[in-house]
């Protein structure tokens, strides 16, 4: 099934002249979705140029909050949240990279946890330098459920069964500290090889 409209779409949407163009998104009322959307929902919205603090919602802070758990929205992380769920419930894989102490482990795990439809659900790995490419496999597949009928498994082709969600959910696998396990002789890192593989033949 096509997620592009079969009838002719044509609109003339002038960019407003304020600011840069980094500093907007479109609201297209869903016409790009390619899920299943309430058209209630959706009635009466206008496609627009949308600013992205304006699209955010409203910052209240909860008292006795701890203070590393505030989370104040800036242009920055409102831009990773849309991005982030936009890839992710459209099943692409994520990589974050930045410098240290920018907040990307805090955005990505907020979004993760507040901001994504009940069927996905979040598990949370953080690779060390000891961190082994058998370690990675079974945090994996302790995660998922068996499927029988099947002859090979989720990362090892030798394995009977199929390791798959569970039925109905999304599973997302947030990996903190990509970058730190240990290099073999020939720079070679075992963990994020298998991860590779899995990007590469994973459904």
């Not at 099943?91 to 946890?113: E, M, N, Q, R, Y």
């Not at 969600?165 to 500290?177: A, H, S, V």
Request: hydrophobic share 35%; aromatic share 10%.
């Amino acid at each position: 099934m096509s997620c592009v409209p079969s009838w002719p779409l044509q609109m003339t949407l002038h960019f407003p002249g304020e600011g840069l163009v980094f500093d907007y998104r479109l609201e297209d009322t869903g016409i790009s979705s390619t899920e299943d959307d309430d058209e209630e929902e959706e009635e009466g919205k206008q496609v627009a140029w949308v600013k992205w603090m304006d699209s955010s919602a409203s910052f209240t802070l909860v008292p006795d909050t701890n203070y590393c758990n505030i989370i104040v929205p800036t242009m920055d992380t409102v831009q990773m949240s849309y991005l982030l769920g936009m890839l992710l419930t459209n099943h692409k894989p994520v990589l974050c990279i930045g410098p240290a102490g920018t907040g990307k482990t805090l955005t990505i795990s907020d979004k993760l946890l507040k901001n994504l439809p009940l069927e996905y659900i979040s598990h949370f790995l953080t690779f060390s330098a000891r961190t082994s490419a058998s370690q990675t496999q079974d945090l994996i597949d302790s995660k998922l459920e068996k499927r029988q009928g099947t002859n090979h498994s989720f990362l090892s082709p030798g394995w009977k069964g199929m390791f798959r969600p569970l039925l109905g959910r999304n599973f997302i696998f947030f990996i903190d500290d990509l970058n730190m396990p240990a290099l073999e002789t020939y720079g070679a890192q075992p963990p994020i090889e298998l991860l590779r593989q899995w990007m590469d033949h994973g459904d």
